[in-house]
């Protein structure tokens, strides 16, 4: 089987490579370049030089063919213009899932079977397996690595069963430390490397790190909000249906500045995260203040003290029935009907115990535990054991 690698000068993709071509497979490797603008290079770095060339030596020492790719207009119309919007509407999308919807497992899958390629491999840390239904179709099944520690699933959320039937990831079988051994037996140069920064890196920044960069700096107020607030006074009402009660779990509280008390200010809202406490330079609490919610339109940030701040909590999750994605399209839930699943709304974060419940209006996710900041943007995926099924981005 011919099979192109995305080899990105670290170990991960090294040792991917090194395993295809043990297993028999011709292998080729492809470096993408995702960043060309010379301007914002920063602190006159170029790291994407450094990569490639580590990519280079790993593909002379084993010996495959290497081919750099040019993948900076498409990264910047899929990934950085889309990321730059969504941030300054107060969302907070995952560009690594983005950059393996978009990127990595489209136009870069594409090149490669343009190339004659019959899988396309990368060094993530999840494994793809099949069965055969009962009408003889093939399902494909998107699995956690076996490394606990470095799962990868949720940054694969988003793909579909055409792009995972075309996906290989050796190492998902492997962990870590197992892959670094045989990077070090091997004599890989990338063997000791620390992570690589991956395509979603602009020089030594990440790609939310260099957009907040990008925007511009606007003093707003910093309203604290207190625990014995009217707002959480009130019990919980005795729904009689179902979606009802998950939109109440789900809702976000509008805070007004009067709700609370200016305690100071930051330097822009689009600059902090729902659930972030670094950064707001706010002193005189017990405990640390977390953000809860933002409001864009008038650049406030509303923060509570403390993690178990009820602002914080919430039992449920929406997301836009236009905004679900089923890995397992077979399993896609009709109007009316639920489903136990494990899901989280993080890269590493615990799987939680949930039910996803669908309606005609909308998708909900209710979790048994409270859980806190849940972030607008966000995806959220569900498994049943280890097989990621689902995922979605939290409205
Ligand atoms: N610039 C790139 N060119 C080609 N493939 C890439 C590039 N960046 C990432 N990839 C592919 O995507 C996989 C996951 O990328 P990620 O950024 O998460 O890096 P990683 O987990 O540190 O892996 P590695 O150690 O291989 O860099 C990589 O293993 C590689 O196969």
Redesign the pocket.
Known sequence: MKVV??????????V?AYLLQQQGHEVVA?????WNDASVTLEDECPWIE?SND?LMVAQKLGIPFQVIDMSDLYKERIVDYMFDEYQKGRTPNP?VLCNREV?FDVFMKTAMSLGADKV????YARVDSTIDENGKEIFHLLAGKDNNKD?SY?LCQLSQDQLSKALFPIGELTKPQVREIAKEIGLVTADKK??????FIGKVSLPQFLQQQLVPKEGEIVEIFKDSPLFAEEMPEFSLKQEELEYLSRKINYKKTDGKVIGKHQGAQFFTIGQSKGLGIGGHKESCFIISRDMENNILFVGEGHQFPGLLKRALKIDNSELHWVREDLRLKNGESMEVMARFRYRQPLQKATLHQFEEAFYVEFEEPQSAIAEGQFASWYIGEELIGSGVIS
């Open positions: 690698v995305g080899l990105s000068g670290g170990v991960d993709s090294s991917t492809l470096f993408m370049r995702n990569d990519a690594d990595k491999a990368t060094g993530h990868q940054f992570d690589s920064q991956g395509l979603c």
